[in-house]
C-alpha cells in the first residue's frame, strides 16, 4: 500500500496533518521532499501517476475536457 501524505516537521518529530491508515508498530519508508525542492522529473512521474487507475479511453476524455477552453469556466461564469 502506497500513500501520501503531509507532514509537519516538529522537535525533532514528524507530525502528520491527517489520520494514517496504519498498524500500531507497522514499519514504514519515508522519502521527505520539499514543495520547493521537487525536480522537474520528479513532477512529471508524479503526474503521470494520476492517469494509473484509468483507461486510455478515459485519458482521451479527460485530456479533451480540459483542452476545451472555451467552456472550461462556462459555469462558474454562469453562476
Excluded: C, W
Excluded at 494509473?52 to 453562476?79: G, H, M, W
Aim: aromatic share 6%; proline share 5%; net charge negative.
Amino acid at each position: 500500500m502506497q500513500q501520501t501524505i503531509k507532514a509537519i516537521h516538529e522537535n525533532g518529530i514528524l507530525r502528520p496533518l491527517q489520520s494514517l491508515d496504519l498498524s500500531e508498530g507497522q514499519e514504514v519508508e519515508l522519502v521527505i521532499t520539499s514543495p520547493d525542492q521537487i525536480d522537474p522529473r520528479q513532477m512529471l512521474q508524479l503526474a503521470s501517476a494520476v492517469y494509473q487507475e484509468f483507461s486510455p479511453e478515459q485519458i482521451d476524455d479527460i485530456e479533451k475536457i480540459a483542452l476545451d477552453r472555451q467552456n472550461f469556466f462556462k459555469e462558474s461564469v454562469n453562476s
